[in-house]
């Protein structure tokens, strides 16, 4: 394989896919592959069913027809859901909700393959981890709903890096957020992306944002979807995987 994007697993798998709700066709025959180290941004109108795709994504909701595999996996099958950190649409949180920061942050221990157990001290230095690389270690012990957007989008970006994914999947990160926490938000994913070797998707309608960031060209266009990629680590890719004059 002399491809650069054909060294790299596909890390989701959007095959064929259709969704509805009872009688309300939100999107069909979408398909689209996502490979480590991509950065893929997802775009779409209002109620184009950027939401709607993502829930599919993390197996909150099946699809209607087609599939969604995982890792190669298909995702009825696969079980390794802490290899994927989700931050849902921030308007989903209720502000009122008493959590602290830190309590916040360690609910994303438990992945939902495991039951609650106590803490160990490898838990403690990942919860620790995650708070140090999102800058919210000062906040540990305030009630979430005292902080401001910035510092919540942090907060829920911890939690679902507490387990190192491989895959992180957020939904709209940016909504609501002033121009310069979101170039804070963006140098960090920038990080993230290039430094520790993450897959991210991410949604969005702000299309100044998207061209800024993916360039002005989807790779492709699926239903009412548009998907723009930015990939990491190309060089490294060949001379990694070219071993012994062939790819493996
Ligand atoms: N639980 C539900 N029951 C019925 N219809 C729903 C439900 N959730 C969403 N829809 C409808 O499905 C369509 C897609 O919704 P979705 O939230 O996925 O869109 P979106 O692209 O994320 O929109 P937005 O940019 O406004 O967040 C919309 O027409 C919406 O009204």
């Known amino acids: 394989m002399s491809d650069n994007r054909a060294c790299h697993n596909q890390v989701v798998t959007l095959d064929q896919l259709g969704f509805k709700y009872e009688d309300q066709h939100v999107f069909q025959d979408v398909s689209f592959e996502i490979y480590e180290r991509d950065f893929v941004g997802v775009i779409g109108s209002n109620g184009a069913g950027k939401t709607t795709l993502m829930r599919l994504m993390v197996g909150l909701l099946k699809p209607t027809a087609g599939e969604v595999r995982l890792f190669n996996t298909p995702i009825q099958q696969f079980k390794a859901w802490e290899r994927i950190g989700y931050v849902p649409q921030k308007n989903n949180f209720n502000p009122l909700f008493p959590a602290t920061v830190m309590e916040v942050v360690e609910s994303g221990v438990y992945s939902r393959s495991k039951i609650f157990r106590r803490l160990s001290q490898a838990d403690r230095t990942k919860i620790q981890d995650a708070m140090k690389v999102m800058r919210i270690e000062n906040l540990a012990n305030k009630r979430i709903g005292q902080l401001s957007g910035g510092q919540q989008q942090r907060v829920f970006l911890a939690r679902a890096m507490v387990n190192k994914p491989e895959l992180l999947i957020l939904d709209e990160p940016t909504v609501g957020i002033d121009a310069e926490t979101q170039r ?56 990694e995987d070219f071993v012994h004059g062939v790819f493996v």
């Not at 991210?200 to 266009?221: K, L, T, Y």
Request: glycine residues 4%; contains cysteine; charged residues 20%.
């Open 184 to 239: 804070d938000f963006f140098n960090l994913l920038q990080h993230l992306h290039e430094h520790h070797n993450m897959t991210i998707i991410m949604v969005s309608h702000d299309m100044e944002m998207v061209n800024a960031w993916f360039g002005s060209e989807p790779v492709h266009r699926s239903g009412k979807f548009s998907f723009y990629r930015k990939h990491s680590h190309e060089q490294v890719c060949q001379e």
